[in-house]
């Protein structure tokens, strides 16, 4: 009963610590209990499976952590209209099994070589399960422990130096140096020890949020220049309105909240430099044939009303596909069309348009798994073919962009990163636009999948991680919400919330300072892999040593 007692407790502690309804500074010590019963199984306890008991009693912790904070996919609609199950229940329970397992590895090892070397294990495993996590196909770093700060970003200023990964360090150190307190005292009651122990443990805690709030109150950017963006929210909704509109509608509309909002509010004589529009905004029904820029009549409908605003730009998502001829290479997420007899890609793309000029183009890569991205598709799909478990999306894949591109403005200094949706949960990634040029983050996204619930939530206030990490200033563009400026503090400056159709202008700054995160990534996960070799090494060394003597 203790140990289902303690493992209920670290569930919920990592649950109500979760952005953006929790309290993250329980974070601090979410893991003890848990760590505890697994101290408690191991030492103590008559439990003849006692490895079988840990993993129970952890996928136990970590189905309560992932249900509540990421059970709002179930707000993810079928094709009847009724809510998926499944949208939840697969990514739920599969991610708490990987999280379960992790676990049983680390008490494998603590089993095996000890306390100590089992709790340098424990960090360097989680901070390798994470960083697998960002990397992937399976990927879902929507629960990594470094994002539980995102709401409260003036207590992790310093992320523009070691990133997310670094929070997730932090955090795991913090809670290990907490049950090794609890341990220490349980074991000699030494009150000496205790002070000790519980003012370093303080001290790590405390320290790295001082050193934040010193940085927020006093960090004052080097800025090039500024430009005025103009956000646009068409509030469309993306089951009964988006796919199934004319896109000449869809467009007309759009361009007429672009119309309505080509100046900027503080400064009625300040034209309009970049128009951004939400992911996959056009063309509604269908895509874009990639060979066919010049001949769309929606883009030169765009080109249109932008020669009609001297020097602006449009920038925004939309849904293309690229028809490749008989002797061209084909990849692996190319399909074959029976009834037309065509190989092609689809893609979920970034679009920029410039009168008089060839659009450009950027193909999202990371992809959300089951709905755009059939995950090991050369592995699993002759095995499982139709029957694959998806998400209410698909069986296929969509294609990709295998580097970052950045589009530079020819009117202006700017130079934005086109990050669509998923990609900015990922750090590292969004650091290799910097690296192309990017002095402005501009993120496209639809969040309306979720309807008003912790999803949309979640996202926005994880792009304050990436303001932070490469200190650029972010423009959001929502389909249905939030729409949002964010400064390169994390601060969001402005925003157009959720459901409200309209436009959000705002004059953001271009910075072009590469931070040491930027610059560095997370090495912090790279270090941990090599102590993780070590640690395996570790074993079979000792027990020759202790053979030879």
Same mark, same amino acid.
């Given at each position: 009963?203790?140990?289902?007692?303690?493992?209920?407790?670290?569930?919920?502690?990592?649950?109500?610590?979760?952005?953006?309804?929790?309290?993250?500074?329980? &974070?601090?010590?979410?893991?003890?209990?848990?760590?505890?019963?697994?101290?408690?199984?191991?030492?103590?306890?008559? &439990?003849?499976?006692?490895?079988?008991?840990?993993?129970?009693?952890?996928?136990?912790?970590?189905?309560?952590?992932?249900?509540?904070?990421?059970?709002?996919?179930?707000?993810?609609?079928?094709?009847?209209?009724?809510?998926?199950?499944?949208?939840?229940?697969?990514?739920?329970?599969?991610?708490?099994?990987?999280?379960?397992?992790?676990?049983?590895?680390?008490?494998?090892?603590?089993?095996?070589?000890?306390?100590?070397?089992?709790?340098?294990?424990?960090?360097?495993?989680?901070?390798?399960?994470?960083?697998?996590?960002?990397?992937?196909?399976?990927?879902?770093?929507?629960?990594?422990?470094?994002?539980?700060?995102?709401?409260?970003?003036?207590?992790?200023?310093?992320?523009?130096?070691?990133?997310?990964?670094?929070?997730?360090?932090?955090?795991?150190?913090?809670?290990?140096?907490?049950?090794?307190?609890?341990?220490?005292?349980?074991?000699?009651?030494?009150?000496k020890s205790l002070i000790k122990n519980v003012l370093m443990t303080a001290g790590f805690i405390i320290l790295p949020m001082v050193?934040?709030?010193?940085?927020?109150?006093?960090?004052?950017?080097?800025?090039?220049?500024?430009?005025?963006?103009?956000?646009?929210?068409?509030?469309?909704?993306?089951?009964?309105?988006?796919?199934?509109?004319?896109?000449?509608?869809?467009?007309?509309?759009?361009?007429?909240?672009?119309?309505?909002?080509?100046?900027?509010?503080?400064?009625?004589?300040?034209?309009?430099?970049?128009?951004?529009?939400?992911?996959?905004?056009?063309?509604? &029904?269908?895509?874009?044939?990639?060979?066919?820029?010049?001949?769309?009549?929606?883009?030169?409908?765009?080109?249109v009303f932008l020669s009609q605003h001297s020097k602006s730009v449009f920038s925004g998502g939309i849904s293309s596909y690229y028809?490749?001829?008989?002797?061209?290479?084909?990849?692996?997420?190319?399909?074959?069309?029976?009834?037309?007899?065509?190989?092609?890609?689809?893609?979920?793309?970034?679009?920029?348009?410039?009168?008089?000029?060839?659009?450009?183009?950027?193909?999202?890569?990371?992809?959300?798994?089951?709905?755009?991205?059939?995950?090991?598709?050369?592995?699993?799909?002759?095995?499982?073919?139709?029957?694959?478990?998806?998400?209410?999306?698909?069986?296929?894949?969509?294609?990709?962009?295998?580097?970052?591109?950045?589009?530079?403005?020819?009117?202006?200094?700017?130079?934005?990163?086109?990050?669509?949706?998923?990609?900015?949960?990922?750090?590292?990634?969004?650091?290799?636009?910097?690296?192309?040029?990017?002095?402005?983050?501009?993120?496209?996204?639809?969040?309306?999948?979720?309807?008003?619930?912790?999803?949309?939530?979640?996202?926005?206030?994880?792009?304050?991680?990436?303001?932070?990490?490469?200190?650029?200033?972010?423009?959001?563009?929502?389909?249905?919400?939030?729409s949002a400026h964010i400064n390169s503090r994390g601060d969001i400056v402005d925003e157009l919330p959720y459901g409200a159709k309209?436009?959000?202008?705002?004059?953001?700054?271009?910075?072009?300072?590469?931070?040491?995160?930027?610059?560095?990534?997370?090495?912090?996960?790279?270090?941990?892999?090599?102590?993780?070799?070590?640690?395996?090494?570790?074993?079979?060394?000792?027990?020759?040593?202790?053979?030879?003597?």
């Amino acid at each position: 009963m203790k140990n289902l007692l303690l493992a209920l407790i670290s569930g919920v502690l990592l649950a109500i610590s979760w952005p953006t309804y929790g309290i993250p500074f329980f &974070i601090f010590f979410a893991w003890v209990p848990l760590l505890m019963m697994e101290h408690n199984i191991t030492k103590f306890s008559n &439990i003849k499976k006692k490895s079988l008991a840990v993993f129970g009693f952890s996928y136990l912790t970590f189905l309560i952590w992932n249900w509540v904070t990421t059970g709002w996919l179930y707000n993810s609609q079928l094709p009847d209209g009724s809510k998926s199950l499944l949208a939840v229940l697969f990514p739920v329970l599969t991610n708490s099994f990987f999280m379960a397992l992790v676990f049983l590895a680390y008490h494998f090892y603590k089993k095996s070589q000890g306390t100590y070397f089992g709790l340098v294990f424990f960090v360097a495993i989680w901070m390798c399960f994470e960083k697998l996590h960002l990397i992937w196909e399976f990927t879902w770093p929507w629960l990594n422990l470094g994002n539980v700060f995102s709401e409260y970003h003036q207590f992790i200023q310093w992320y523009d130096t070691l990133g997310a990964t670094g929070g997730s360090f932090w955090i795991l150190i913090c809670n290990v140096l907490v049950f090794y307190t609890i341990r220490i005292w349980e074991a000699g009651r030494i009150r000496k020890s205790l002070i000790k122990n519980v003012l370093m443990t303080a001290g790590f805690i405390i320290l790295p949020m001082v050193i934040s709030l010193i940085k927020y109150y006093n960090y004052s950017p080097e800025t090039v220049g500024s430009i005025n963006v103009t956000m646009l929210q068409p509030a469309l909704d993306p089951y009964t309105e988006k796919y199934q509109k004319d896109s000449l509608t869809i467009e007309g509309d759009l361009l007429k909240l672009a119309a309505e909002n080509s100046v900027l509010q503080s400064d009625k004589k300040s034209k309009i430099d970049l128009y951004l529009a939400p992911e996959t905004s056009l063309p509604g &029904i269908g895509g874009f044939s990639e060979r066919g820029f010049n001949n769309s009549l929606l883009i030169n409908n765009i080109k249109v009303f932008l020669s009609q605003h001297s020097k602006s730009v449009f920038s925004g998502g939309i849904s293309s596909y690229y028809v490749y001829r008989e002797d061209e290479e084909k990849p692996s997420t190319a399909s074959f069309l029976d009834r037309q007899g065509i190989w092609l890609d689809e893609y979920n793309s970034a679009i920029q348009i410039i009168p008089n000029q060839q659009p450009e183009i950027y193909h999202k890569a990371m992809l959300v798994p089951g709905v755009e991205i059939f995950p090991y598709i050369k592995v699993f799909k002759p095995i499982l073919g139709d029957a694959m478990l998806d998400l209410g999306g698909t069986t296929r894949s969509l294609g990709i962009s295998n580097e970052r591109k950045v589009f530079a403005n020819p009117y202006n200094k700017s130079v934005i990163a086109p990050i669509i949706c998923y990609e900015s949960i990922y750090g590292e990634f969004v650091t290799d636009y910097v690296k192309k040029g990017a002095n402005l983050l501009t993120i496209v996204t639809n969040d309306s999948w979720w309807g008003y619930s912790q999803g949309h939530k979640q996202l926005l206030v994880y792009a304050k991680l990436r303001a932070i990490e490469t200190r650029r200033e972010i423009a959001r563009a929502a389909n249905s919400g939030t729409s949002a400026h964010i400064n390169s503090r994390g601060d969001i400056v402005d925003e157009l919330p959720y459901g409200a159709k309209g436009a959000l202008t705002a004059k953001v700054n271009l910075i072009d300072k590469e931070t040491f995160y930027t610059k560095s990534g997370d090495f912090l996960s790279r270090i941990c892999l090599f102590v993780i070799g070590a640690l395996l090494l570790f074993i079979p060394g000792r027990k020759y040593l202790m053979r030879k003597k």
